[in-house]
């Protein structure tokens, strides 16, 4: 191939600076362009949650890394499901970088997130599915551990032959990440916009951040990522991974971008460095990043694995995870049925949404349909009462609630009803909560990250639920319907 003929030249247009030898494929160009800048951000986000390959002409064939991954080859014009590791991989990095990301001087490789990606039959969706990376699995030929283990115990091959064991679903293509290449992408991008509802004090790292919105570098970015220094550990860290990678994505998307040669180009560079893709895919990249061309924010959702042990103890003596086997089970067949997790937008324009959430009234038993088992709870103290955040949290577990952090308190302490705060898609596990509280108002809340009960000064002991066993729907809510969230929403409101 002649570099005439090489179809992308860096300099010159409106689209990012590439423009294609031949006005023909202008069209191609500007959707190409696209799904680069799309694929790019996913890939270059991998291991802070997830990600996919993207294209740029031969360029990018040069740069990543293929390996034997054992992967099930498919047509890159139709649906796909991709597994993403981010390696917390340090032998590349020097001593002073390794210090300055206290990773410690421990040699080797480990998986550090793990996520399952699917790729729509039409072209025009993505869903990404969070594994823990302490979830409890059985690893061919190797027995129970933590799934992060099958990639230290066997590589790609071993990862890609777990996951696909764990969810049931043919992993198609593989892609894998590093450290440093996670800090080099959003660099080049110009850094990202995170927020967090809850104080971060990770005392091992150093890092530290008070409740609000800032925008991070690619450093401080990793660390937020990666810390568990908040009370729910590593479901906490999937949400702010998930955060962050959707951040990635709207500034990819970004005019400011794709109109900049010298920032899309580096995007692209920093990115493909620290890529490393099974054999077949390394060959196809055009395929995979025209699936994406005309992919936005809001066709982008995210999802974790449902759980139904957030504090397992293995035999080992290991704090890991369980999945709940059949909301898991449901979750990953809608998947290989290329069914949304989420409703597609509404055309029509809706009502402006209050800043403020609304409390709703109380609810009973009448049509619960997610058991106390199965519901993880944050208790805070907004009464200023002291002990009483304790006792509602010690009542909590006694009505078979998952309580595993302490109760903390509220800024103010004028709290007089007590306030069960859920985020979208998490009304049905509210509902059972608020069941269980006495006078408990519910609020939809978009910077709640989990179900949270204010205590407030009218508290009353909570109270035994009963949750009816049949339904006459087809599947419960608790199984059928998985938390799932799309980009646009985890994006930070300013």
């Known amino acids: 191939m002649s570099d005439d003929d090489s179809g992308v030249h860096v300099g010159g247009d409106a689209y990012g600076g590439v423009r294609l030898p031949q006005q023909r494929r202008a069209g191609r ?60 991989k340090r032998d590349d990095l020097s001593r002073e970088q390794q210090n300055r990301l206290h990773l410690g001087r421990e040699v080797g490789q480990r998986s550090d997130t793990i996520m399952v990606i699917h ?100 450093a401080k970015a990793l660390f937020y990522a990666r810390t568990r220094a908040t009370a729910r550990s590593d479901l906490d860290r999937i949400d702010r991974q998930q955060q962050v ?44 990043a025209n ?47 290329d ?14 949404s209050s800043a403020t959430p609304t409390p709703s009234s109380s609810t009973s038993d009448a049509g619960l349909t997610v058991p106390p088992s199965r519901i993880t709870v944050r208790v805070l103290n907004g009464a200023g009462i002291t002990g009483l955040g304790a006792r509602a949290r010690n009542d909590l577990l006694k009505a078979g609630f998952h309580v595993p952090s302490t109760a903390g308190n509220t800024g103010t302490t004028d709290t007089t009803d007590t306030v069960v705060r859920y985020p979208a898609g998490r009304e049905d596990s509210a509902r059972t909560v608020a069941a269980a509280l006495p006078g408990a108002q519910l609020r939809q809340a978009a910077d709640a990250q989990g179900i949270e009960v204010i205590v407030g000064t009218k508290y009353a002991p909570a109270k035994p639920v009963t949750v009816s066993t049949t339904s006459p729907s087809p599947a419960p809510a608790a199984t059928g319907t998985p938390v799932a969230k799309t980009a646009t929403e985890n994006i930070c409101k300013k």
């Open 291 to 337: 699936q994406l061309k005309d992919v936005s924010t809001d066709d982008v959702t995210f999802a974790t694995v449902p759980l139904a042990d957030v504090d397992y103890k293995a035999p080992t003596g290991e704090s890991a995870v369980l999945w709940d086997k059949t909301a898991a089970r449901q979750l990953f067949q809608r998947i290989a049925d």
């Open 339 to 352: 069914q949304p997790l989420v409703k597609p937008p509404s055309k029509k324009p809706s009502a402006p």
């Open 119 to 218: 790729l729509s039959e039409d072209h025009s969706r993505v869903t990404v599915v969070s594994l823990p990376r302490d979830s409890w699995v059985d690893i061919p030929g190797k027995g129970s551990h933590k799934i992060n283990s099958a990639y230290s115990l066997g590589g790609a091959k071993l990862a890609v032959s777990t996951v696909q064991k764990v969810t049931g679903l043919t992993i198609n293509h593989y892609v894998e990440v590093n450290v440093l290449g996670f800090i080099n992408v959003v660099d080049s991008i110009g850094g990202v916009s995170v927020c967090t509802p809850v104080a971060i004090n990770d005392t091992h790292t150093g890092f530290r951040l008070q409740p609000g919105t800032y925008e991070l570098d690619g």
């Open 29 to 88: 160009a500007r959707a190409g362009l696209r799904g680069i800048a799309i694929t790019g951000a996913l890939s270059s986000a991998v291991l802070v949650g997830s990600g996919v390959l993207w294209y740029v002409s031969s360029y990018a064939a040069s740069q990543v890394r293929p390996v034997d991954a054992g992967t099930t080859e498919s047509d890159s014009r139709g649906a796909m499901n991709i597994l993403l590791v981010g390696v917390d």
């Open 245 to 288: 990678i959707s951040s990635l994505l709207q500034r990819a998307l970004s005019g400011g971008t794709l109109a900049n040669p010298g920032k899309l180009f580096g995007l692209v560079s920093s990115t493909l460095k620290t890529l490393t893709v099974d054999e077949a895919l390394a060959k196809d990249m055009p395929g995979l």
